[in-house]
């Protein structure tokens, strides 16, 4: 990178905001973030656009509809590196829930004009039609991961994210654990920290918003929840929640949605 | 056809969510002015048939990351109809506290980084932080202390965890609020202060006839609960809305338009919260809105980043007060049996009206959901507006007017990401 300040663009595809809301909740940070990087092209926050090319591509949310299919190429050949925030982005979240069913069933029960509405029949993650440099996880992402990115970028380091477990996470937080000791089914041990094992230190179980970690083991998460008394209903719907289209998540709910057709 | 001219914005910054501004002017005359609200569709109401209802509030809230609180607890309200359950006592204060939380982020992130720049000339809260710092400096603390407040009871400040139907996962000690509250008093004076900032600001004149629709409570400010009413003599229970109001599909928007049957467009948000609820503010509330000559009727919108900062001062103050008087309660959440039914529920989002029915079956699982956003009700009142205000400044060079226009959707602080079940401004003169 040179000398001159990085030029970065903050991208929206089908999502919800908040991703891209965590840099302006960097309350303490923003301003130092705005010197050392020219926000060239932000429109949640600014109406000034810079022209690309850009060095950098903050990517949020899924690929919904033919016209964002292209976009999105797009962007990737006037960005250096492409970074995706958040589930929508590097999952599809929780609007791929329609991959699993009839899209034109979805659009009937919402508009009175389906005629008028463009969608793809599914939503897809970024990586699925362009490379991607860098994917930032979590539903929503966590502010302090994000600062992390961006001082790696200026730092022309890889970000040290980690990738265990939030089981992980819960042990360190000295927290008793939801599962064994409350029966409370929490997908903790097959999904990836980043929330500070929010919900087990809040008494519930953990329900994914940082999608599957590396060599998590669903179906032996299926296993430890059907001994737990849990229905194989609930079992498929925690799966596949806002992370439910990315592996392993996505195979085990199938297994589950086979096993009960049969 | 040379007297024809057509503006664009093909995306409206400082708006949460993606949508556009169509305006067609001919020989001087407005002919066609359309919010174009292309944020895609993603469903919500489809793909929450067949979950469970007590994955309402932490699906929903994933509609929008600005005002997650609103959906959580228009959902959780809607199931707690169904299973007739009330929460009262602490734990309701709590639910009162933690929208505070949402109402002082989601304003001040408003009023100083998307609305303010718009009165001083500036394309961005950068951009003025380069020439105010110190302003921009208590914005962004401001909006800190809001967001702590919803990071303390929710876990976190965007999707938080902890709000559940029949109360929370987790209750607070008291003793865990001292840090915060004296963070607090700090924000009660700067939010007196920013008051007086908004009030400093240059608003066109541009007073209208408005229908206000917003909850109405006798004894307290509208958060969770209430009647809906309007200065037009409007006055039901939230389970007679669809009576109502109704939604209508048009073309070029992604988002449905609400319509008062028989009325028309109307208008949600802070200055029908104000306007309805003027005398259930608090006193110093009241006190700081007698001092700039703002108890009355507000019908200008460009004055709506006003009232937002009187709100911002209500909610500090109430959140003052509920800490002050908080007392952890025995349990965190109380107990139901499941049963089938339809509810209702509707909270004032920091934006305005957040309707939620569900229809849920004896094993708990939704049969059918409708959601009704406040930028959806707002959006045809939006366009009235555009249709009101062009004509008078039609001598503006398009580029002094699309900004102007700009200025006047960003009066509503729209959210698109939450309507679309928005902007690109094109002017077209003819």
């Given at each position: ?6 030029k970065?663009?903050v ?5 919800c905001?908040?991703c891209?809301l965590?840099?302006?909740?960097c309350?303490?940070?923003l301003l130092?973030?705005a ?5 060239a ?9 810079v ?11 899924s690929v919904?509809?033919?016209h ?15 970074i995706?925030l958040?589930a929508?982005a590097?999952s599809g ?10 899209v034109?069933?979805f659009?009937?029960i919402?508009y ?6 463009s ?6 993650p970024i990586?699925?039609y ?11 992402i ?17 970000p040290a994210?980690?990738?265990h ?8 937080k000295?927290?008793?654990c939801v599962l064994v000791?409350g029966?409370?089914p ?19 179980g ?8 590396d ?10 929840w ?15 929640g ?5 592996e392993?998540?996505k195979?085990a709910?199938?297994?589950?949605e086979?096993h009960?057709?049969? | ?7 664009k ?6 708006v949460?969510?993606e ?18 609200i292309?944020?895609?569709?993603r469903?919500f109401?489809a793909f ?23 959906y959580?607890?228009?959902?959780i ?6 299973l ?7 734990l ?10 949402e ?12 609305h303010a720049?718009d009165?001083l000339?500036?394309?961005?809260a ?5 020439d ?13 202390a809001g967001n702590?407040?919803v990071?303390l009871?929710?876990?976190?400040e965007?999707?938080p ?16 609020f ?13 939010s007196i202060?920013a008051v ?19 909850l ?6 509208p ?14 229970d939230?389970q ?15 988002a449905?338009h ?6 028309g467009?109307y ?8 306007n309805?609820?003027?005398n259930q ?14 108890d ?25 007060r509920?800490?002050e008087?908080?007392?952890k ?7 139901y ?7 209702w529920?509707?909270?004032?989002a ?5 309707y939620h ?7 708990g ?15 045809s009142?939006?366009e009235?507006?555009?249709?009101n205000?062009?004509p008078?400044?039609m001598?503006?060079?398009d580029?002094?007017l ?9 009066n509503?602080?729209p ?8 902007l690109?401004?094109d002017?077209?003169?003819e």
């Amino acid at each position: 990178m040179s000398n001159t300040k990085p030029k970065l663009a903050v991208w929206k595809f089908a999502s919800c905001d908040g991703c891209q809301l965590s840099l302006l909740d960097c309350e303490d940070e923003l301003l130092a973030v705005a010197e050392a990087v020219q926000i060239a092209y932000f429109p949640e926050a600014t109406r000034e656009v810079v022209e690309g090319p850009y060095d950098v591509s903050f990517v949020e949310g899924s690929v919904t509809t033919p016209h964002d299919e292209e976009r999105i190429k797009e962007i990737r050949e006037m960005s250096g590196i492409v970074i995706t925030l958040g589930a929508c982005a590097t999952s599809g979240g929780i609007q791929a829930l329609r991959n699993f069913a009839d899209v034109n069933e979805f659009t009937n029960i919402v508009y009175a004009h389906p005629e008028y509405i463009s969608t793809l029949d599914t939503s897809h993650p970024i990586s699925d039609y362009i490379n991607v440099d860098f994917e930032l996880r979590g539903c929503p992402i966590d502010k302090y991961q994000l600062l992390e990115v961006v001082i790696s970028l200026l730092a022309g380091k890889r970000p040290a994210i980690p990738t265990h477990s939030v089981c992980m996470d819960c042990k360190l937080k000295l927290n008793t654990c939801v599962l064994v000791a409350g029966n409370e089914p929490c997908l903790g041990p097959v999904t990836q920290a980043g929330c500070g094992a929010l919900c087990p230190s809040y008494n519930r179980g953990c329900y994914g918003c940082f999608g599957p970690q590396d060599s998590a083991n669903t179906d032996s998460m299926t296993e430890v929840w059907r001994h737990l008394g849990v229905s194989d209903d609930t079992i498929l719907q925690t799966f596949r929640g806002f992370n439910g289209f990315i592996e392993p998540f996505k195979g085990a709910s199938e297994r589950l949605e086979e096993h009960k057709n049969h | 056809m040379k007297n024809t001219k057509t503006i664009k914005v093909d995306y409206l910054a400082r708006v949460e969510g993606e949508g556009a501004l169509f305006i067609k002017i001919k020989d001087n005359e407005l002919q066609d002015c359309k919010l174009k609200i292309f944020e895609p569709p993603r469903f919500f109401e489809a793909f929450l048939q067949g979950r469970h209802f007590t994955e309402a509030p932490d699906i929903t809230a994933r509609i929008c990351g600005i005002c997650p609180i609103a959906y959580i607890m228009s959902s959780i309200h809607a199931m707690e109809r169904i299973l007739g359950i009330e929460v009262g006592g602490q734990l309701r204060e709590l639910r009162r506290l933690i929208y505070c939380g949402e109402w002082i982020e989601s304003h001040v992130l408003h009023v100083f980084m998307l609305h303010a720049p718009d009165f001083l000339g500036y394309q961005d809260a950068i951009q003025l932080a380069g020439d105010k710092p110190e302003l921009v400096k208590m914005a962004l603390r401001l909006k800190k202390a809001g967001n702590e407040l919803v990071r303390l009871l929710g876990g976190r400040e965007i999707h938080p965890i902890n709000n559940k139907v029949g109360g929370f996962y987790k209750v607070p000690e008291k003793q865990d609020f001292a840090p915060l509250l004296e963070e607090l008093k700090w924000a009660k004076d700067a939010s007196i202060e920013a008051v007086k900032v908004a009030n400093s600001l240059e608003c066109p004149d541009f007073d209208q006839d408005y229908e206000f629709i917003a909850l109405h409570h006798p004894d307290e400010y509208p958060f969770n609960e209430g009647r809906l009413i309007s200065n037009t003599g409007l006055d039901i229970d939230i389970q007679d809305y669809e009576d109502h109001f109704e939604e209508i599909h048009v073309e070029h928007s992604n988002a449905l338009h609400s319509i008062h049957i028989e009325h028309g467009n109307y208008f949600v948000g802070p200055l029908a919260r104000y306007n309805l609820n003027y005398n259930q503010l608090s006193e110093l509330t009241k006190q700081v809105a007698v001092d700039i000559g703002y108890d009355r009727i507000v019908t200008n919108p460009f004055q709506s980043i006003v009232v937002r900062s009187l709100e911002t001062v209500y909610a500090i103050d109430e959140a003052i007060r509920i800490i002050e008087n908080y007392e952890k309660p025995e349990k965190p959440a109380v107990d139901y049996d499941i049963k089938p039914g339809i509810g209702w529920g509707c909270t004032e989002a920091p934006r305005g009206i957040l309707y939620h029915r569900y229809e849920i079956d004896e094993k708990g699982t939704i049969k059918t959901a409708k959601i009704v956003p406040p930028t959806a009700q707002n959006q045809s009142r939006i366009e009235e507006d555009l249709s009101n205000f062009i004509p008078k400044y039609m001598d503006l060079s398009d580029e002094d007017l699309t900004w102007k226009c700009e200025q006047a959707v960003r009066n509503y602080d729209p959210c698109i990401s939450c309507a679309t079940h928005f902007l690109k401004l094109d002017i077209e003169r003819e």
